[in-house]
């Protein structure tokens, strides 16, 4: 069965940085686009990166363009998402997430428990 | 930027019917996915393209969408089934909904 645990989050001050892994199991990794979504009590789901299945295609949205960066290892069936200049506004729970493709769109079939980042001095 | 609308809270009765609404400009020409997220879980799909049903969720679960409304529509509401609801869609990225939290009372 298709399986993502994510691992990496933890406590950091405001500018550090993190990295955030995510292990992928019961599916060929390599086949499928990978996404990280994150989850806030105040802001709800937040869409943040993809990164296509040779990982020659990456997504960054506006709030982390330029700060994070998504990388995969197909070899290992590892996805990462490398967080830097962080933000108290980055502090959420972060889950990866496997995208299928449907009928001209893409959803979010099978996600990881998440791993929780939180930023504070 | 494309917002998708739902309401904050929805409470039923054990065995009643719950609905939880999304809208959006034009949704019903979009497609809409839900998600139903409880505490310390993965995060769980329950419908895609506005009405399918994942092989492995209940039947209990069905929606539809039309106009700009999205419904999800829980039958038979049981306690398992409080937890935080999100519906999906896409405009030029992947836009969720705020979220509504089910209360089974």
Partial sequence: QVQLVESGGNLVKPGGSLRLSCAASGFSFSDYYMTWIRQTPGKGLEWISYIGGNGDTAYYSDSVKGRFTISRDNAKSSLHLQLSGLTVEDTAVYHCARLVYSNGWYHFDYWGRGTQVTVSS | SYELTQPPSVSVSPGQTASITCS????????????????????????????????????????????????????????LDEAHYYCQAWDKSAVFGGGTKLTVL
């Fill in chain 2, 24 to 79: 959006g400009d034009h949704l019903g020409d979009k497609f809409v996915y839900w998600y139903q997220l409880k505490p310390g879980q993965s995060p769980l799909l329950i419908i895609y393209e506005d009405t399918k049903r994942p092989s492995d969720i209940t039947e209990r679960f069905s929606a539809s969408s039309s106009g700009n409304t999205a419904t999800l529509t829980i039958s038979g509401t049981q306690p």
